[in-house]
């Protein structure tokens, strides 16, 4: 996957994989729906997205690991403030979303809308 130089490019765009929850694999073993990243004009990485419902899962995990514990562990105001993150995300456009980040959250499908529409009344 690497050669002449273009490790710095790898190594500068793989947070930014890890963090959507992407894969990096060689160019040439690139489907139709990866995206293929060049350097210098040589294609130096391809990049399998994640699908919607899997990326929603790996924010999930990165926002545990961002407040060090469980999010069903967190008060009130923290659940509320990790509800208006995920919406600005795009996380209840996915199928499941609210049913998701609720089993998440340790709350109610119905918690979540109530979190969902306070955001909107403010």
Known sequence: MTGNGDEPFIAAVKPLVDAMGGEMLPPDEAGVDDVVLSWEGVDVVAVRLPQLADSLDHILAAMERKK????????????????????ARGAFSVRHGVETVASALGVSRFTVYNYLNREKEA
């Open 68 to 87: 060090g514990k469980p999010l069903a562990d967190l008060d009130r105001k923290s659940k509320q403030e990790v509800v208006r993150i995920l919406e």
